[in-house]
């Protein structure tokens, strides 16, 4: 068989397979890596980035032009094996910092195998270019996708800060309990002005936990801090945006929003934004805040009605920013201003009024948040029908009740569905909240 063939034979069944090798006249064998002092293309374990029913993104950082691959099979010796490349029809990316392959097509509540590789192109100019190759990474690993009939749990972190030592115990906490998806509900970085900085915080951010998501798929919702930084204007470049085919063109911009089924669990993903008002003066008048939650506001609408929501035994919302406070009537508590408790309070109000008619009506059982970076559970109340943890922060102080490093860990056992807080400071579980419907 030629290289040809060979590469051909791995693509079968692939149409955007098949379209990208043939139009391949440079290819060379596959290695693990260069021999002549070059670095390694591959420059980072792969990082699944959007757990779906159907669709798996899969990125990884590059050290050079590069057209990175997926091979994806359902079975761990990868017989059978489909590649997708980088990019969509037409032209496959070059990129000389990451690969980003959204691999579709894929069949709910399925576990599958995969590895990656890349090709290293040499780009001189749009009639000059070489590729010199792939490069192969020989680790498989392998993701479950989510669905209905999909077994397992969920984990929830947020404001991790970009701190490593909150970050060595959470993931490790994370690898302890293997969820079958982990939701990184906000405030992942500070700010982010050059890429690279996006790039260490959530596609190498910790070097204890190089494969920190390589077989745990994860979800990105956006917290205040993500916005922060003249990259975090294009921050899917690094964390891609979910599949668009999971959601109607009128919601073409919202690819951080997501429904989706984890056996009898719908979980919602909605992004709070920015905890200042648009008209925040240093925020220069170049914040639409508002109309992104109110098209956020059409979308839940939609996305609760639907059956895969309406049908689930158990509801979970998750958003950086709270959605309820005691005092989060108040009129007296302006947005930005008066003491911190106060601040909490008015900083639920842009979405909790937009939001919360929506949540109360389709029997949402949870809320979980962040961005107070303190844990508190409110039961549900006259004024709140749904419970709402909000986890802990990034602080490591041991004896501390509420500032933690926290996993929000869900599960349905026996018909329940049992959602535990764990204080990775201390490595003991805090919270233990039980739902029977
Ligand atoms: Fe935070
Ligand atoms: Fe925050």
């Given at each position: 068989m030629t290289r040809r063939e060979f590469i051909l034979s791995?693509?079968?069944?692939?149409s955007q397979v098949a379209a990208g090798v043939s139009d391949s006249p440079e290819r060379v064998s596959a290695a693990a890596a260069p021999t002549d002092g070059r670095k390694p293309l591959i420059a980072s374990a792969p990082v699944l980035q959007n757990a779906a029913e159907r669709s798996m993104g899969v990125a990884f950082a590059v050290s050079a032009d590069?057209?990175?691959w997926v091979e994806v099979s359902t079975s761990p010796d990868m017989g059978g094996?489909?590649?997708v490349y980088s990019g969509g029809l037409g032209m496959m990316e070059v990129n000389d910092t990451i690969a980003h392959i959204l691999v579709r097509g894929l069949r709910p509540a399925t576990r599958y195998w995969y590895r990656v590789g890349a090709d290293r192109i040499e780009y001189k100019d749009g009639y000059r270019m070489k590729n010199l190759g792939s490069e192969v990474s020989g680790k498989v690993h392998s993701f479950t996708t989510l669905g209905a009939e999909a077994q397992g749990s969920f984990c929830i972190i947020n404001d991790?800060?970009?701190?490593?030592?909150?970050?060595d115990r959470v993931f490790s906490k994370l690898a302890e309990l293997k969820p079958s998806v982990v939701i990184w509900n906000g405030d992942a970085l500070n700010k982010a002005e050059k890429m690279q900085k996006a790039m260490d915080v959530l596609m190498t951010p910790h070097e204890k936990h190089p494969e920190f998501a390589a077989d745990m798929p994860f979800m990105f919702i956006?917290?205040?801090?993500?916005?922060?930084g003249r990259f975090a204007r294009h921050l899917e470049r690094v964390w891609m945006f979910r599949d668009p085919s999971e959601r109607d063109g009128r919601f073409a911009e919202l690819g951080r929003n997501f429904a989706q089924r984890l056996g009898d669990i719908a979980l919602i993903g909605l992004d709070t934004g920015e905890d200042k008002p648009d008209s925040y003066p240093a925020f220069a008048g170049i914040f639409q805040m508002d109309r992104y939650r109110d098209l956020q506001t059409e979308w839940l609408a939609e996305a609760v009605e639907s059956p895969a929501?309406?049908?689930?035994?158990f509801k979970v919302a998750m958003c950086h920013i709270p959605l309820f406070h005691p005092n989060w009537?108040?009129?007296?508590?302006?947005?930005?201003?008066?003491?911190?408790?106060?601040?909490?309070?008015?900083?639920?109000?842009?979405?909790?009024?937009?939001?919360r008619p929506f949540l109360d009506k389709a029997g949402i059982n949870l809320v979980v948040s962040g961005h107070t970076h303190r844990f508190v559970c409110y039961e549900p109340s006259a004024d709140c029908p749904w419970t709402q943890i909000t986890g802990g922060g990034c602080a490591v102080r041991p004896g501390s009740t509420t500032d933690f490093p926290s996993v929000i860990e869900g599960r349905v056992v026996d018909g329940q569905l049992i959602v535990r807080v764990h204080n990775c400071t201390e490595n003991r579980v805090v919270a233990e909240k039980i739902f029977s419907s």
């Open positions: 791995m693509a079968a069944g692939g590069a057209s990175g094996a489909k590649r991790t800060h970009d701190q490593k030592p909150s970050i956006n917290g205040n801090h993500d916005f922060r929501v309406k049908s689930a035994k009537r108040d009129p007296n508590l302006p947005v930005g201003d008066g003491p911190k408790k106060g601040k909490c309070a008015a900083m639920t109000r842009p979405c909790a009024r937009r939001w």
